[in-house]
Nanobody, 114 residues
Framework: QLQLVESGGGLVQPGGSLRLSCSTS????????IAWFRRAPGKEREGVSC????????YYADSVKGRFTISRDSAERTVYLRMNSLKPEDTAVYYC???????WGQGTQVTVSS
């Protein structure tokens, strides 16, 4: 059964860093495009970043470009989202999703506050 499980969220001060992990099982990670989304309180879900299968091309929302980095470790079956220079407006529940199949993880909370 295809599963995605996020981890790595937490409370961090503005300017700090976190690395989110999306651990996968039930499919060959290299064959799927994986994306990170987030939903902040009172706001609609926002696409944050994506890494494609094949050429490993990446996409970033303008709001995170230059601060976030997405990467894939096929041996670990995990997709990472490295988040630097975090801002209070990055506070949200972060989800990973298999764009090919529409599966979602349960989410991990990121709170940026002093």
């Amino acid at each position: 059964q295809l599963q995605l499980v996020e981890s790595g969220g937490g409370l961090v001060q503005p300017g700090g860093s976190l690395r989110l992990s999306c651990s996968t099982s039930g499919f060959t990670l290299d064959d799927y495009s994986i994306a990170w989304f987030r939903r902040a309180p009172g706001k609609e879900r926002e696409g944050v970043s994506c890494i494609s299968t094949g050429d490993e091309s990446t996409y970033y929302a303008d709001s995170v470009k230059g601060r976030f980095t997405i990467s894939r470790d096929s041996a670990e079956r995990t997709v990472y989202l490295r988040m630097n220079s975090l801002k209070p407006e990055d506070t949200a529940v972060y989800y990973c999703s298999s764009l090919t199949t529409g599966h979602w993880g349960q989410g991990t909370q990121v709170t940026v506050s002093s």
